[in-house]
């Protein structure tokens, strides 16, 4: 049986490859239609876009993190929150 911080350090390691993965894939497609872009109107500037973690979300992505840790770490700090560490 896989003990929990085996556990912990597999779902980090997952959530972070995840993500690393996605903001790479996001990265490369804007950079691909920024040079499309380019290619096809040159000469004009293309609209400003809000950045991929704008303020807003930012604020999104950090309360839906910190809801998905607190429902997956809420049992294991019980837990050792029960046996006083």
Do not use: C, H
């Amino acid at each position: 049986m896989i003990s929990v911080l085996a556990q912990e350090r597999l779902l980090g390691a997952t959530l972070g490859s995840a993500l690393t993965g996605f903001i790479v894939f996001e990265q490369r497609k804007r950079i691909y239609e920024s040079i499309a872009d380019r290619d096809s109107e040159p000469g004009i500037q293309s609209q400003v876009k809000e950045r991929m973690f704008g303020k807003k979300s930012r604020l999104e992505f950090a309360s839906v993190w910190n809801k998905a840790v607190d429902q997956t770490f809420g049992p294991v700090i019980e837990f050792l929150s029960s046996r006083k560490w």
